[in-house]
């Protein structure tokens, strides 16, 4: 089974202690292909700073917004059973000037994408709320007032999820991000998250 997660620098795996990535076996991705075992592979797409459609002016290489990256992976990864996003962390950044409504109809965007370049044999989408931002995110300037977003964001995703008709897991209500910066997983949130997503997929192909 072919499972390709769709990410931004929380599914890179990040670590905010020296800007560099975590080792395979701490990523929640690496995890979860060792919890799934040979029968599954985990396709790795994160990308630091990727939104869900938004593009930021301050990249030189423009290639940020998941919606114009997202059609390639399908393509050179296919045939695929799962396609899992979790994305909208980097959405709540003030450039975009984006509220927790438009950044879960951003996600919307990349469940009409798949079902657009993958017709037939469609894979199942799963739409993952971001990792809840802890307070240290308001020490950045990139996230001014992304707190108050974060009240919302869960119950949005949810609401485009029951509208696309995929399935939902509130990542956001179960797992924060880590204290250093307040943004990204540190390792105990890789973990959790790994357990969450493995959860579902189990129980999914025990129904």
């Given amino acids: 089974m072919n499972i390709l997660c769709f990410?931004?620098?929380?599914?890179?795996?990040?670590?905010?202690?020296?800007?560099?990535?975590?080792?395979r076996d701490i990523?929640?991705?690496?995890?979860?292909?060792?919890?799934?075992g040979s029968k599954y592979l985990i396709i790795e797409e994160g990308l630091n700073g990727r939104t869900t459609v938004f593009e930021d002016p301050f990249q030189w290489n423009h290639a940020k917004s998941g919606k114009d990256s997202l059609p390639v992976c399908l393509m050179s990864h296919k045939p695929l059973d799962i396609v899992l996003i979790m994305l909208g962390t980097n959405d709540m950044k003030s450039i975009y000037n984006a509220g927790a409504w438009e950044i879960a109809k951003g996600a919307g965007v990349l469940v009409d994408v798949i079902r657009g370049v993958l017709p037939e044999n469609t894979p199942k989408i799963v739409l993952a709320s971001p990792p809840r931002l802890g307070e240290e995110s308001e020490n950045s300037p990139q996230f001014l007032g992304a707190m108050d977003k974060v009240k919302q964001i869960s119950d949005e995703f949810e609401k485009v999820a029951a509208e696309k008709n995929v399935v939902f897991i509130d990542i956001g209500s179960m797992v924060e991000a880590g204290s250093t910066d307040g943004i990204h997983l540190e390792e105990s949130g890789h973990k959790k998250t790994a357990e969450i997503f493995y959860r579902y997929i189990a129980e999914s192909q025990d129904g």
């Fill in 7 to 23: 990410g931004d620098s929380n599914t890179w795996g990040y670590n905010t202690n020296d800007g560099n990535r975590f080792s």
């Fill in 27 to 36: 990523r929640w991705t690496g995890i979860l292909q060792k919890m799934l």
